[in-house]
């Protein structure tokens, strides 16, 4: 890979997904190492340090230089591809679990996406929320492709995903509704 078009990739990461652009080095890096360890075997000791401003790439083993497009085979390659969305996809969710934990009684607006058993899944931002039943008001129904506004009162990551619940009955969503009007 030309330095070039690495640093491209991770200045399009950092746009894309809200993803600072050293988590997204240091993920490159990780995967390297863990590409070049399947090749020279667990005991290695190995470095990859990516230059952040030109885009090269220096690596060892065993205070040995490496040159990445050796050690990078078909099954190393594999394997760095694998870690590098798994860092990226943590780095995504705890992007967005900090965006969220800002907007914690603040109020924000979806569109219904589906109900199911009394909870209805709504669409803010990139994010699927739930609207519990005892969070909705007594007899309101909502259907797919409405649009509501709800309070957030709970963010919490679950898994590799992140779950926002919203309120309609809290007192923050009549004050906010308020806010707004006047």
């Known amino acids: 890979m030309k330095p070039n078009d690495l640093l491209r990739i991770v200045d399009s990461m950092h746009r894309e997904k809200n993803i600072e652009k050293e988590i997204v080095f240091r993920a490159i890096e990780s995967a390297l ?3 070049a360890r399947k090749h020279y075997g667990e005991d290695s000791i190995i470095e990859f340090h990516i ?3 030109k ?7 065993d ?3 490496l040159e990445y497009e050796e050690v990078i085979g078909r099954i190393g390659a594999q394997t760095a591809k694998q870690v590098i969305i798994q860092k990226l996809r943590e780095a ?3 992007a967005l ?3 969220f934990e800002t907007q914690i009684h603040e109020l924000v607006s979806g569109i219904v996406q589906r109900n199911e058993g009394g909870v209805t899944t709504v669409t803010v931002g990139p994010v699927e929320a739930i609207l519990p039943r005892s969070e909705q008001i007594p007899k309101e ?3 797919p492709n409405q649009r509501v506004e709800a309070v957030v009162t709970e963010v919490r990551a679950q898994g590799s995903r992140v779950k926002v619940v919203l309120s309609r009955t809290r007192p923050q969503l009549v004050q906010r509704l308020f806010e707004q009007e006047i």
């Open 33 to 35: 190492v863990t590409a």
């Open 55 to 61: 885009g090269e790439i220096d690596g060892n083993c």
């Open 63 to 65: 205070g040995d230089r």
């Open 97 to 99: 679990m900090e965006e």
């Open 141 to 143: 129904s909502f259907h």
């Open 92 to 94: 995504e969710r705890d």
């Open 51 to 53: 230059d952040r401003e």
